[in-house]
Protein backbone atom coordinates (compact mmCIF):
# COMPACT_ATOMS: atom_id res chain seq x y z
CA UNK A 1 0.00 0.00 0.00
CA UNK A 2 0.85 3.31 -0.65
CA UNK A 3 2.71 5.01 2.19
CA UNK A 4 0.80 8.22 3.34
CA UNK A 5 2.63 11.88 3.03
CA UNK A 6 1.75 15.26 5.41
CA UNK A 7 -1.70 16.86 4.58
CA UNK A 8 -2.89 19.95 5.31
CA UNK A 9 -6.81 21.38 5.79
CA UNK A 10 -8.11 25.06 6.42
CA UNK A 11 -10.08 24.58 10.03
CA UNK A 12 -13.54 25.14 10.06
CA UNK A 13 -14.73 25.27 13.60
CA UNK A 14 -15.52 21.44 13.35
CA UNK A 15 -13.88 18.16 14.58
CA UNK A 16 -11.41 17.74 12.04
CA UNK A 17 -10.74 14.57 9.75
CA UNK A 18 -7.54 13.43 7.74
CA UNK A 19 -10.59 12.43 4.70
CA UNK A 20 -10.42 16.00 4.12
CA UNK A 21 -7.19 17.56 4.11
CA UNK A 22 -5.31 18.61 0.69
CA UNK A 23 -3.05 15.92 -0.48
CA UNK A 24 -4.87 13.01 1.07
CA UNK A 25 -6.11 11.53 -2.08
CA UNK A 26 -2.78 10.67 -3.50
CA UNK A 27 -2.71 7.78 -0.92
CA UNK A 28 -5.97 7.16 0.69
CA UNK A 29 -8.53 4.41 -1.36
CA UNK A 30 -11.38 4.09 0.45
CA UNK A 31 -12.11 0.62 -0.54
CA UNK A 32 -8.60 -0.72 0.50
CA UNK A 33 -8.56 1.26 3.85
CA UNK A 34 -11.76 -0.81 4.40
CA UNK A 35 -12.63 -3.09 7.21
CA UNK A 36 -13.29 -5.40 4.28
CA UNK A 37 -9.51 -5.28 3.28
CA UNK A 38 -6.92 -3.48 4.99
CA UNK A 39 -8.62 -3.09 8.24
CA UNK A 40 -6.81 0.59 8.80
CA UNK A 41 -6.84 1.74 12.18
CA UNK A 42 -7.04 5.78 12.85
CA UNK A 43 -5.28 7.43 15.91
CA UNK A 44 -5.13 10.92 15.86
CA UNK A 45 -2.25 12.16 18.31
CA UNK A 46 -1.17 15.56 19.64
CA UNK A 47 2.25 16.67 17.77
CA UNK A 48 4.63 15.57 20.38
CA UNK A 49 2.94 12.19 20.19
CA UNK A 50 0.72 12.34 23.36
CA UNK A 51 -3.20 11.16 22.85
CA UNK A 52 -5.69 13.72 22.09
CA UNK A 53 -7.90 14.69 24.69
CA UNK A 54 -11.09 14.67 21.92
CA UNK A 55 -11.47 11.60 19.27
CA UNK A 56 -10.57 14.21 16.52
CA UNK A 57 -8.67 17.59 16.58
CA UNK A 58 -11.00 20.32 17.43
CA UNK A 59 -8.92 22.79 17.26
CA UNK A 60 -6.03 24.51 14.69
CA UNK A 61 -2.56 23.09 14.87
CA UNK A 62 -0.38 20.51 14.36
CA UNK A 63 -1.21 16.74 14.91
CA UNK A 64 0.16 12.85 13.91
CA UNK A 65 -2.23 10.69 12.52
CA UNK A 66 -1.12 7.16 13.22
CA UNK A 67 -2.93 4.77 10.37
CA UNK A 68 -1.97 0.68 11.12
CA UNK A 69 -3.31 -1.92 9.17
CA UNK A 70 -5.17 -4.75 11.02
CA UNK A 71 -5.14 -6.97 8.37
CA UNK A 72 -1.44 -7.35 7.91
CA UNK A 73 -1.27 -10.94 7.21
CA UNK A 74 -2.08 -9.42 3.53
CA UNK A 75 -1.61 -5.77 3.23
CA UNK A 76 1.17 -3.75 4.46
CA UNK A 77 2.33 -0.10 3.77
CA UNK A 78 5.45 -0.03 1.19
CA UNK A 79 8.16 0.88 3.41
CA UNK A 80 6.69 0.72 7.03
CA UNK A 81 5.04 -1.06 9.95
CA UNK A 82 2.82 2.05 10.57
CA UNK A 83 2.20 5.18 8.50
CA UNK A 84 2.80 8.05 11.26
CA UNK A 85 2.34 11.56 9.30
CA UNK A 86 1.78 15.19 10.31
CA UNK A 87 -1.90 17.05 9.44
CA UNK A 88 -2.22 20.46 9.93
CA UNK A 89 -5.06 22.63 10.62
CA UNK A 90 -4.35 26.46 9.40
CA UNK A 91 -6.74 29.12 10.18
CA UNK A 92 -7.14 31.90 7.38
Known amino acids: MTTPTDISSTYDGEEQ ?13 EDLFSSANANV ?8 G ?19 VQNSSKYVWANCKYALFVLRFDCF
Open 17 to 29: DYLDATGTNKWYN
Open 50 to 68: SALSTAKPIDSGEYKVKLT
Open 41 to 48: KVEYLNSD
